[in-house]
């Protein structure tokens, strides 16, 4: 946290309570209008000049000695002189001064204490268990402990200090505090971190953070599941509108998409998807933003720039960009005027800035649950088939640390050969053909080799149950084709089967947009889940157990601003993919009709050419 923030606003506090000092002697008019100017030099950051003014108040005002020494030595600190603060410091009678004063006291001495390399001292000072602090003085003093006790060796006490002063702050203080939460716990180095978090309960208020400095430190953990209990508040009428408790709507919003070569389809998916949301959403009778869209350019620079002239237009959130390069770039600024729901995770493995949201679409989330799935369903042994797509070692990597963090062990393991049509070894080197009835294979890879292993695997007479990620469903039926896959589970987005209720229908949409179908599928679902966001992204961050019923998936949001998806569960039958459990249960606010007003133009219902994911 920056300190000379905290300092400032404490500092132009203690001025406001100047005229409490104890006046065992009446003030004259004199001395108080010499009070008056040194707070008037203070409250203008001429901290120097202030301090002077105080020392020759307490100078010429023995009895209110002590706090005007106080004031002038808290004056040279915001100054940045904490060495000419020390000597006045010292000579300060604690017991003569009054309200918070005491306090302000302690605090000084602490940060003098670290500064002159005593953290024991300072330690002290900030856990005494008879200290009374005001509520706008407790960062500041747990920000001393937690840098007390880094200096003394404690790093894990220092990191659980400045995760319980995590709700005490907001934006760029709350991030800065947050990062070095997490770069305390990496510190500790992983093996001490996996062994921390092995003892811990699920609902340990420290899991996440060892969690994230985990991940910091390269180490794929297992992933908490969702508790999906309310989908988004209550529903609550008013003003003329039906939506649900939450609800938080900005006047304009910034859509930041690339629209250069190689990224133009995916961009234009997410931005029909985007914009059928968009209109679907005045069922509500609920104000709508104005919405505005900016070409990121595919780079950090461009996205920066688009960024900067969204905010310049008026824009009160920016959704976007979509690339990592671009969020890099775009969360990596030193500030963010204007809240940010980034379309992809950055790589600098750093929390996002408390403005700041992200969500993507990861293939480490589909071998997580598809490790749970298969755990759920009584398979303690899993046999991996994946090809060398970094989607499928990324979704390998997340599957086996969930499967073994529920005690499950990964049996066999064989990476199939781009371009090779027989698998005969992989299939040898998995060793499954013994394995019993708590067995399962998990694979990871696109349809087309799906469909020529499953067939290899029944011909070796393996025929353990198969559970898949997404990737192996090509974005539409093809029962001739996919009848090779019969019996195969996948996890996948809900609306693409009709399988999430209050949305409108995948079929009626496919049929008018192109990007709705085939291999685009997924991101325009994405692109309607961005939008279906913006409203609810505070109220989840903010409430843990409550979901969005998304397009891609049941929509959470921890704490750091990360959204997890849930997805539905297929199984290919008659070579066609039907969710196991049927639709989804769990509706949108209810229809009505559109409200009055301008909106901006449709998407484009031009076809779109297949384009790579780019999330995760």
Known sequence: MRSSRLALSGLLLSLALSACAPSVVPRSPAEIAAAQNADDLARQGQFDRAAQAYLTLAAQSPSRADHYNLLAAEAYRQEGALDRAAPIVASIRRKSLADDEPVRLDL????????????????????????????YLQPRMLTLRADALADTGDLWGAAHTRVSMDNLLQGADRSQNRDQAVSLLARLGADPLKQRAAAMQPNDPMLPWVNEALGRLGVTVAQTQANLTQAVGTLVPGSGATVREGYKMPAQIALLLPNNDGLAAAGAAIREGFFTAYFQAADTHAPRAAIRVYDSGGNAASAIKAYDQAVADGAQLVVGPLTRTEVMGVLGQSSLPVPVLALNHSDNKSLPAGTASEFALMPEAEGAQTADHMIDNGMHNAYVVISGDDFAKRAAAAFKAEFAAKGGQIAGMAQIAAGNVNYGDAINALNAGS?????????????????????QLRVARINLPVFATSHIYGGSDNPTADRDLEGVEFCDAPWLFDAQTGLPSYQDVALQLPAARGATAQLFAFGMDAWNLVPYIDWLRSHPGSYLPGASGQLTADTFGHVNRVLSWLKFQDGVARPINGSLQMDNAPAGPA???????PASSAPVPAAEPVNG
Request: glycine share 6%; proline share 12%.
């Open 435 to 455: 394995a019993g009835n708590d067995a399962g294979i998990f694979i990871s890879m696109r349809p087309e080799q799906a469909r020529l292993l499953l067939p």
């Open 595 to 601: 409200p009055a007003g301008s909106a901006p133009a």
């Open 108 to 135: 000084l001495r602490a940060e003098i204490a670290l500064r002159q390399r005593d953290p024991a001292m300072a330690l002290q000072l900030t856990t005494q268990p008879d200290l009374n602090v005001p509520a």
